[in-house]
């Protein structure tokens, strides 16, 4: 499946913005899909992520409350909505997919198959 993410861009301490990672080639709801994020020198981190059926979704403990993913069938698009955003969640953002994921796997990166091309979150203080 071939991943297209977007809505980055640059924010102030507290604001908001919502990331769309849309789908083409495949049915979206058959993949789990995941958000990670990248910040210059640092590991790829989980964000969270929506399961392929009945939509369960798990996020990194730290982004709890903040963060929400969710999944539009209809648009075959998958979206993290992100509030109360802080400097430290500056970070390229990248959506990914896999098929048959378990729920323990979901915060794992090479659990999924299929990346997008990332989206540049910047958060000003």
């Known amino acids: 499946v071939q991943l297209q993410a977007s809505g980055g861009g640059l924010v102030q301490t507290g604001g908001s913005l919502r990331l769309s990672c849309a789908a083409s080639g495949r049915t979206f709801s058959d993949y789990a899909v995941g958000w990670f994020r990248q910040a210059p020198g640092r590991e790829r981190e989980f964000v969270a992520a929506?399961?392929?059926?009945?939509?369960?979704?798990v996020y990194a403990d730290s982004l709890k409350g903040r963060f929400t993913i969710s999944r539009d069938k209809a648009k075959n698009t998958v979206y993290l909505e992100m509030n109360s955003l802080k400097p430290e969640d500056t970070a390229v953002y990248y959506c990914a997919a896999g098929a048959r994921i378990i729920y323990s796997s979901l915060g794992i990166p090479s659990s999924y198959k299929d990346w997008g091309q990332g989206t540049q979150v910047t958060v000003s203080s």
């Open positions: 929506i399961r392929q059926s009945g939509g369960t979704t």
